[in-house]
């Protein structure tokens, strides 16, 4: 398999402008698709990832009900399954479904950064976008290859230019 990288975000809420930035920062670091765990609120955070030029994935957060009108977004409900290359992901916004059933379960709603790898699953919360429970916006990248998971959490506050950041790797077993 050759190696690939996903850009997720979660809870932006109304802060286009904080949404907007972690969009353009994940593709500068080469992310080849984006993964979005809800509470956008505005339709105009959907045109965001709508425009990014990458394939993209979100579901619906508890905070979405203005979006769920609307359509031609790729925006689901939860619990929401794809395949990347041979990778599983489960996308959620409320961390309900947080069972071993994928080889990454991802979930936003909380806003605050999670990282576990536990029997050979990754579970991840990439953080909040909106920087409204701590004065940091946050947002991942996860590098897949066959042997790993790299995952790189990416944070600044708003009023910064630089993100910072903090990786973390986990060996996978292929069997």
Known sequence: MKSFKVGILSDPHRKTKLHKEAILHLKEVGANYLLHLGDL???DNLKLLESASLPYRAVFGNNDSALKSLSGYQIFAEPYYLKIKDITFKMMHLPYYLTPDSDVVLFGHTHQFAC??????????????????KPIS?????????????VIYYYKEPNQSQWQSREFNFKRSNE
Not at 117 to 124: D, E, G, I, P, R
Not at 138 to 150: C, G, I, P, Q, Y
């Open 116 to 133: 576990e790898f536990k029997n050979n699953t990754l579970y991840l919360n990439p953080g909040e976008v909106c920087a409204r429970e």
């Open 138 to 150: 946050e947002h991942t990248l996860l590098e897949v290859d066959n042997k790993s998971f790299k």
């Open 41 to 43: 609120v505005v339709e």
